[in-house]
């Protein structure tokens, strides 16, 4: 009986230093339904896979790529899968030897070696005749230039609508003597400078015709636009006559407004010039000249394009003035091109007894078709040009 009681009081007490191991807030109470004592539910761990929602996992369709589940290997697509491979090799290792060696896939293109002729301008492009060139030019014409004198005269007095636009900004003695000069050359009073400015040699007295002609020029009006030119193709080479190409005219070239000129054409073919004027000047100062326009020595033209006639020799040439100024053309070159091409199949072709031919055939190009390229003095040498970025 005494043993019984010890151990009923023994137990009692190891239950009692149990319970009071435990903190009177750590006892749950029986309502709590979350023994674990936290707050979300949500953030309960699973039990199992299965317990997961659909939210939590992610569909089939929104598995990256990388994740889908292999395709069971199959023998016989092997052989298809390792060709790809080796196609994929073998265009790779095609692509590197091409890169490495790129000349020697290309054919090899014919080299055409452009044939050159340089020439001395006697004036640069902006100079203005000074007195002592305009005292010289006239000693050298002498009484040639009275017919001339007298006849411009009139004609300014008359103030015609084609020159109301004439630079006045001397005195008018020396606004008629330069007119008079470009009415003389228009006549042909001035035979052989165009050739000796684009063959040579020049004589002592050209550079002061050249500008005190130059000078004359300047105060006529500007013509911007398309105007016209036509030769001879004869035996003449064409190597320079390509897109892009620059040709510089060592003379004074004559053009027309309205028409091809016909003068000159013999039974051949012929080339014809379709070219857009920026600084063109218009020369009414003859008659017979109401539509020509000349340029001063050493304008520079932009070859735009160059057609020929299917089954014939014909050639047609289409130029553009290169500006001296960067920057100073208006429009764009593929607009200057539709223009000219529209305008060019507009016009026809001149009369038969018009004006004599100009004594530059083909601008910018010799007798044989050698493109002009101007020679510099050694104030102009090639290393005191700024170089061009």
Not at 22 to 27: A, T
Not at 81 to 108: F, I, M, N
Not at 205 to 219: E, I, K, M, N, Q
């Amino acid at each position: 009986m005494t043993l019984l009681i010890g151990l009923l009081v023994t137990g009692l007490g190891i239950l009692l230093i149990l319970l009071g191991s435990r903190g009177p807030g750590q006892i749950p109470p029986a309502s709590d339904p979350d023994p674990l004592g936290t707050e979300d539910s949500d953030s309960r761990l699973p039990e199992s896979p299965e317990s997961l929602s659909e939210d939590i996992l992610p569909r089939d369709s929104e598995l990256p790529a990388q994740q889908a589940e292999p395709a069971p290997f199959s023998p016989s697509a092997q052989p298809d899968s390792d060709k790809a491979t080796e196609a994929v090799e073998r265009t790779a290792s095609d692509d590197s030897d091409r890169k490495a060696g790129q000349k020697d896939h290309l054919p090899a293109a014919p080299l055409t070696v452009m044939q050159t002729r340089t020439f001395r301008p006697v004036v640069s492009a902006d100079h203005e005749a000074t007195t002592a060139e305009r005292r010289r030019s006239r000693q050298l014409l002498g009484s040639a230039l009275d017919i001339d004198l007298f006849e411009i005269k009139k004609l300014l007095e008359r103030r015609p609508a084609a020159l109301r636009g004439v630079l006045i900004d001397v005195t008018e003695s020396i606004v008629v003597e330069e007119l008079a000069m470009v009415r003389s050359y228009l006549r042909g009073a001035f035979a052989g400078l165009d050739t000796r400015l684009r063959e040579g040699p020049v004589h002592d007295s050209d550079p002061a015709l050249v500008a005190f002609l130059t000078s004359g020029l300047a105060r006529l009006p500007v013509h911007h636009g398309p105007v016209f030119h036509r030769a001879g193709r004869d035996s003449i080479r064409l190597d320079a006559l390509f897109p892009g190409s620059l040709l510089i005219e060592p003379g004074f070239m004559q053009t027309r407004r309205d028409a091809y000129p016909a003068a000159g054409m013999t039974s051949g073919a012929p080339v014809t010039y379709a070219i857009w004027s920026e600084t063109g000047r218009c020369a009414p100062l003859l008659a017979g000249h109401e539509a020509t326009v000349l340029f001063t020595p050493t304008t520079r033209f932009r070859v735009l394009a160059v057609q020929s006639a299917p089954d014939k020799d014909d050639v047609m040439v289409f130029l553009a003035q290169e500006p001296a100024r960067v920057g100073a053309r208006q429009q764009r070159e593929h607009q200057i091109l539709d223009q000219l091409r529209r305008r060019a199949n507009e016009v026809g072709i001149g009369p038969l007894d018009g004006l004599s031919p100009s004594a530059v055939a083909h601008p910018g190009l010799d007798a044989t078709g050698r493109a002009f390229t101007p020679q510099m003095t050694p104030t102009e040498s090639a290393a005191s040009q700024p170089i061009p970025t």
